[in-house]
């Protein structure tokens, strides 16, 4: 049976009547770009952004629809504030009798609905840094936990290649294996790396409504998009769609009680990291860099946008640090060596260390078996689990303290 089309997708949201209450969703022009892969379906509303909540049974009744069409095996449906103009714009005719509210202050363009505020439990309760949300001044939005969840690393690049998402699953299995429950999101939506670095298949399995169970891998809770479509199918998305899928597998993911989940985020400083940084009360920042100065140029960059979002600094590693060739035993620096101890220093925040450039780093992440649970007792894997360490001793002095975001920056 043929996969199913975006003409058919479209033909099927006609069946739901817009916020004028006289026209469907299409015809008012509200649905985004369809994206279809290995038949799912992934779109978004466009509503005023005053709205965004009192249209949430609109986003939902969409994705119902497009869930019950034959040969559709799921769909992401989000709600976006990006003005298109039209009929589209904040001057729709409002839903009869709204309840009264107080005004609001529009939300960015493409931003995602703020998600309802949550209860903080379980490792939270059980000693772990505390991640008590905390709103900005100007009425920004107040950052909501993640139930059971007790502190967020985000782990990000100032620039891409600089090995980020290896270095963000073996510190995650560092801390595991100093005996911490540890689950790692893989938030580079383009390039996601986590199946093939843990070496899991298959899908995430539905557990009720929206909420997936996460995989596991050597002990580890994963989520990750690619889980949900084909390692080789490009994820062509716009920045609120990129949004919401974030927010669906950071919130909408059965986590249960853990001691910290690692954030792999993509490099560069985008939506991704935007959006991480502006809803997530993230537990301390990491920046993990390659010693040269082009690297740390782009790690800079980086830096000063989480800081503007009041993201500070754990601590800074060096990745790739030096080579020792495996026949001579001669050591190469061959990326320069002690850049990030100095822009550490220069910063005023802790150098966690330095992890060398060996093959066997790299052979064991294409085999999906990393260097932490390959070669336990290996200097390599050593040399992460005193990272991870030093980065749960910072998170343990910050608790009590404003909550402080937690990025790795490579």
Do not use: C
Request: glycine share 12%.
């Amino acid at each position: 049976m043929a996969g199913v089309t975006q003409e058919q997708v479209l033909e099927q949201l006609k069946t739901v009547t817009g916020p004028d209450f006289n026209s469907n969703i299409v015809e008012l022009g509200l649905v985004s770009d369809i994206f279809i892969a290995d038949n799912k379906v992934f779109f978004s509303i466009t509503v005023p952004a005053a709205r965004a909540q009192e249209l949430e049974p609109l986003r939902a009744a969409a994705e119902r629809v497009v869930k019950a069409m034959p040969g559709v095996n799921g769909a992401i449906v989000a709600l976006t504030a990006e003005k298109k103009g039209g009929p589209t714009s904040d001057d729709a005719p409002p839903r009869p009798t709204p309840p009264a509210r107080p005004a609001q202050r529009p939300a960015p363009a493409g931003a995602v609905p703020p998600p309802r505020v949550v209860a903080q439990s379980g490792a939270a309760a059980q000693g772990a840094p505390a991640q008590a949300a905390h709103g900005h001044s100007h009425g920004a939005p107040v950052k909501s936990g993640v139930p059971g969840v007790g502190a967020i690393i985000a782990v990000a690049s100032g620039k891409g290649g600089v090995g980020k998402s290896t270095t963000a699953v073996n510190l995650a299995l560092g801390l595991k294996a100093n005996g911490h429950s540890v689950g790692i999101l893989d938030a580079d939506i383009y390039g996601p790396s986590m199946p093939r670095l843990l070496g899991l298949h298959g899908r995430p399995e539905v557990v009720s409504g929206r909420v997936l169970k996460p995989m596991e891998g050597y002990g580890l809770k994963v989520m990750s998009i690619g889980f949900l479509v084909d390692e080789e199918t490009p994820m062509i998305w716009r920045g609120p769609m990129v949004m919401s899928a974030l927010t669906q597998m950071l919130r909408e993911v059965q986590w249960g009680d853990l001691d910290v989940l690692v954030v792999d985020m993509p490099p560069g400083t985008g939506d991704a990291q935007l959006t991480m940084a502006q809803q997530v009360p993230l537990a301390g920042a990491v920046i993990v860099s390659t010693p040269q100065d082009l690297a740390l140029i782009d790690a800079r960059k980086g830096l000063n946008m989480f800081k503007k979002v009041d993201v500070p600094l754990l601590g800074i590693v060096e990745n790739m640090s030096y080579f020792i060739a495996p026949d001579t035993g001669t050591r190469y620096d061959i990326f320069g060596h002690g850049g990030a101890r100095k822009e550490a220093e220069r910063l005023g925040v802790p150098f966690l260390g330095e992890v060398p450039l060996v093959m066997e780093i790299r052979e064991t992440s294409d085999a999906g078996t990393p260097i932490v649970v390959s070669n336990p007792d290996g200097p390599q894997a050593q040399a992460y689990r005193e990272i991870a360490a030093q980065v749960w001793d910072q998170l343990a002095s910050a608790k009590g303290g404003r909550a402080a975001p937690a990025i790795v920056f490579e």
